[in-house]
């Protein structure tokens, strides 16, 4: 798209997975100008980005995708508190991504809090953590890509990750139970962050370039997860896997754990991750949410022409033109 917009005179050479680097590097990879354009789940590097961290922690609290990836890109391209972070680390942050809510896949049974209780859980996260402790259950911290392994040994009981990954990584194979509880989304880091020093390089129409081709991509990734997660689910189904919605005492221990986490967060933000202000930045990050809400409530959810219209013009067309030249 890149090369397209710019009638090719930009042309990116594109490196997918530990090509280049490994996960926990792509932040020092551009810092270095390894690559020029990285993304870079913030949650592996918190001591490097606690702002971005500390809003991550509202993500127990939603789950719409779509909202997320527009108000989490809005708000991380104009507070001031999460701009210093991205200047202080030498990047420029162009864009979001927004997995879609995560559900729990199980070897047995969970839909209500007596079948989740002892269970060992794979989760993403610390407040999710704590909510799966609170619920009476055991969180335990391993990487996604362990999640099968783990399942199929047995020292897993569930795993929490977006429903996709029951076909994508196979998981209908050794975890036939899934509950649609939504367990949280995760969004932290850039998904498109330039290293400085070449986005000063570019001129005015090669960052617009940039900005256009964020925004239709963006957009196209969200539509296109949400659908591939719902079409994982009916696929499961097909295999003879066993898919549930939450019992009410499970889907109120998640609401009433969502109200506890939302009046902790400012605690958390300024105690954890030392943000010196955090009702600033987190109150400005719930307005920029809801804004989004409104702003999605008449436009077609699967029109991804439309969405990457409206994200130009309630977004990228409002950016100073000397966005990122620090």
Known sequence: ????????????EVYTGTVLLAPRANLQGIQ?????????????????????NAVQELGFNYDDPLVSILAVTDFSLNNPIQLAEWEGLN?????????????MFCREPVRNLEELRGKRIRTAGSTVSAWV??????PVNVPSSEMYSGLDRGSLDCATNAANDL??????????????????MYWSGPQWGFNEDFWSSLNDEQRDVFKEATAHAMTRMVVQYINA??????????????????????MASVVAFRDEALANVYDKARDQYGVEDPEALIDDFLATYEKWESLLSDVDRNDEGALAELAMQEIYNKLPADYGIY
């Open 167 to 184: 076909i994508d990584r196979s998981l209908w194979e050794v975890a036939e139970h899934t509950t649609l509880l939504p367990t949280g």
């Open 133 to 138: 402790e609170q619920a009476g259950g055991t």
């Open 1 to 12: 798209m890149v090369k397209e917009l710019s009638n090719g005179e930009l042309q990116p």
């Open 32 to 52: 270095d100008n390894i690559v020029q354009v990285a993304h870079h789940a913030a949650i592996f590097t918190p001591s490097e980005m606690p702002v971005a």
């Open 91 to 103: 990047i420029v942050y162009l864009g979001a991504y927004s997995t879609p809510p995560y559900v």
């Open 229 to 250: 997660s719902e079409a994982a689910i009916e696929e499961a189904i097909k295999l003879g896997n066993n898919i549930y919605e939450p019992e009410e005492d499970l």
